[in-house]
C-alpha cells in the first residue's frame, strides 16, 4: 500500500509519524473520509471545504487545499481498486513535550483502504451519552474521537452496528460516524445543524436533493418515526430495521427507499456535486 506523507508518496509499511506528533498525543488533528469508485473520490471538494473549516474551528494552520487534492489523486493513482476509502488526516505535527502546539509544519496523511457495499439495512441503539451542541468540537471532525469509539463500542455490544446520540438539550443529534433522518406524517426530516451534529456531506445532498426539512425532534422521536435512516460517505442512505427494541419491519420503507435511489441516482450522474 502506498500512502501520502508530508509531501511525497511512500510505501505505507516504512512511512511514520512522529510519537510526538500533537495529532497523535492529544487529538489536534482533523480527518475527512471519502467514498472512492475506480479511482476517482465522491465530493471530493466539499470534503476539502469541511476538513479546511475543521481546521480553521481546531486552529491548525489552514491546509494547502491544492496539496490535498495532489495527494489523493496520487495515491489514488498508486494504488487502483473498485471500491475504496480515502482517508486524509490533517494533525498540528511535531510538538515538543510541554509546549501546547506543533512547532513545525502541520502532519498530511492521505492513505487509502477498501470499502464494501453496506446491505440496505441495518440496526441502532440510543446511548446514555449526550453531544454538547455547544461544545468547543460541535460539528467539527477532529480526531478527538474517544467518545464515538466508547459509544460505537457499546452499540456493538447490544449488537448493533450504530449508536445515536441525543444533545444537552434532549434533542435527537447524529449517529457516531453518520447522520440521521425520520419520516414522520410521510414528511422526511432531520435535526439542524445547530442540534450539534456534523455537517455530514452526506447528509446535505439527501437534504438538496430530497427537500427533506432540518427539524428540531426531541430523541423520542424515534420511538414514532413511521421510517428511519442513517447516512454517511460509506453507509450512503441505510434504513434501520431495529432501534433499542423497537423493530421497523418493513424497512426501508417507501420514502427512505426513494431518498436511496434519488441519491443513488444523482451520486452516479455527478461525482463532485
Ligand atoms: N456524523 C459524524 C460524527 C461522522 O463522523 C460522520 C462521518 O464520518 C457523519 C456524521 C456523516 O458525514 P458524511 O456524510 O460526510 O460521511
Known sequence: MTIWLNGALRDADSAHVSVFDHGMTVGDGVFETLKTTHGRPFALTRHLARLADSARGLGLPEPDLDEVRRACAEVLQANPMPLGRLRITYTGGISPL????????????????????????????????????????????????????????????????????????????????????????????????????????????VVEWTGAKETELPLDVLDRAEEIFLTSTLRDVQALHAVDSRELPGAPGPVTAKAARIFEEQSTADIDP
Open 98 to 205: 510541554g509546549s501546547d502546539r506543533g512547532t513545525g509544519a502541520p502532519t498530511l496523511v492521505v492513505a487509502l483502504g477498501t470499502a464494501s457495499r453496506r446491505p440496505d439495512t441495518t440496526t441502532a441503539v440510543t446511548v446514555p451519552w449526550t453531544r454538547n451542541e455547544r461544545g468547543a468540537l460541535a460539528g467539527l471532525k477532529s480526531t478527538s474521537y474517544g467518545e464515538n469509539v466508547v459509544a460505537l463500542a457499546r452499540a456493538r455490544e447490544r449488537g448493533a452496528t450504530e449508536a445515536l446520540f441525543a444533545n444537552t438539550a434532549g434533542a435527537l443529534c447524529e449517529g457516531t460516524g453518520s447522520n440521521v433522518f425520520v419520516v414522520l406524517d410521510g414528511e422526511l426530516h432531520t435535526p439542524p445543524l445547530a442540534s450539534g451534529c456534523l455537517a455530514g456531506i452526506t447528509r446535505a445532498l
